[in-house]
């Protein structure tokens, strides 16, 4: 490599190592066009190119816009005398607009808040084995409870607690994710297989009578089969992502405190401006008799739907779930989550609030009714 393209080529491939996790907004800003030589993947190097130059992008709505025409034009070739009469001159022609339109199709919603985080339009996609983050990256130095959990149980007897914990109301919270796609275009331009890895510690950090130990931690790995959708619904949502994959979450410690279940889970992801909704319907596949928390689900719920909203540098998110029963079964949580700027100079360090209430806050406490209060810091919230 020449020695005179390496500070450049270096500061392209950090700005394009996060473009991924910026906001549907967020541009990069290479000096010249020198920066985007040594780029070896397409869509990040024309991108580098017309950014450079200054060419704006195409926003979702333009793209959304150039699906529907395209679409339409193909469902209107439907008179298959009229394509066997094209001569071979015109058919010619008539390939290369099949494909144009064709990846305008496969294009749809390019530029969205949920295609920056899960490379759905054909030229979003970004290869395999990039690092991204999948949920929020935070750290909550206070995070209180109104009721401290000390005596965990579960209907399995091997999994009750007959000895109460000494635990303080405050204590400290953390969670890392992060998602990179293994499998990419399953089928024809579409169907991407994700794996993600999500990690939450709840520390006892300022109780010294116990040696500050982790009360709890837990492990969610997953894999998912994500695919592109292009549909429009009322208010100026579109369906954007439709998925199916295997849930696992535990937090690895042995009886009685063991927890842990596994998830069918299917998700849907819809999006407008700076809205965006995702629906997780879940199944639980029971363990057995062994099985360390038999009905999770009837606390934890059956199903999760998240709302997140994007107002210049604030992030808003509110997540609920439910167990999808009536009466005395009625049970789940809401959370919501605030990310606000502390300084104008770092976009992606912001302050963090967070509330939740119900059951389920992390798994050991999945039957435990409370509030939790936490206040810290974010790298990378939803969007």
Known sequence: MPRFLAPSLLAAAIALAFAPVASAQQVLQPADTSACVGLENDAQRLQCYDTAAGRVQQGPQQAD??????????????????????????????????????????????????????ELARDSKLGLFNFRVYKPLYLLPAFWTSDINNMPSSPNPDNVVDTPQSLDSLEAKFQISFKTKALENLFGDNGDVWMGYTQSSRWQIYNTDESRPFRETNYEPEVLLVFRNGYSLPGGWHGRMSAIGINHQSNGRGDPLSRSWNRLMFNFGFDRENWALVARPWVHLKDGSDDDNPDIADYMGR????????????????MGRHSLRGGDESRGALQVDWGFPIHPDFRNFRGHLQVFHGYGESLIDYNHKATYIGLGISLQDWL
């Open 303 to 318: 199903g999760d739907l998240t709302l997140m909203h994007v107002r210049g540098d604030h992030r808003f998110t509110v």
């Open 65 to 118: 816009v150039a699906a529907a025409v395209a679409r339409a034009s193909v469902e209107a070739e439907t008179d298959a005398e009229a394509l066997d009469a094209v001569q071979p001159a015109g058919e010619m022609f008539r390939v290369g607009a099949d494909s144009q339109r064709l990846d305008a199709i496969a294009n749809v919603g390019k530029g969205s808040l949920l295609d920056t985080r899960w």
